[in-house]
């Protein structure tokens, strides 16, 4: 069973930074684009930030020049470093990733559980 486990998130002041980090496990023959979502109260998800396995990074304009994506292709993991947080990130980030089971013929999306991040003033 392929699965994302989500670390990092937590309250945080406006200003400061956090780190949020992902690890894909289980039978996974490949994994394509990895990356980060993150959900308003009352909001559809929205992408914050996603990475090729090639490495190329595009991120929404919001938080351009102070969240930075990573990946490590060895480890299946990702993450999404975030500074000069404001008030307005405050949001629950999802992890998710195009991942192609062994097994399968497809890549299929997963999604971790979730984390909050709350960015106080």
């Known amino acids: 069973q392929v699965q994302l486990v989500e670390s990092g998130g937590g309250l945080v002041q406006a200003g400061g930074s956090l780190r949020l980090s992902c690890a894909a496990s289980?039978?996974?023959?490949?994994?394509?684009?990895m990356g980060w979502y993150r959900q308003f109260p009352g909001k559809q998800r929205e992408l914050v930030a996603r990475i090729t396995s090639g490495g190329s990074a595009n991120y929404v304009d919001s938080v351009k020049g102070r969240f930075t994506i990573s990946r490590d292709n060895a480890k299946n993991t990702v993450s999404l470093q975030m500074s000069s947080l404001k008030t307005e990130d405050t949001a629950v980030y999802y992890c998710y990733a195009e991942i192609r089971p062994w097994g399968d013929f497809y890549y299929r999306d997963y999604w971790g559980q979730g984390t909050q991040v709350t960015v106080s003033s």
């Open positions: 289980g039978r996974i023959l490949s994994i394509n684009v």
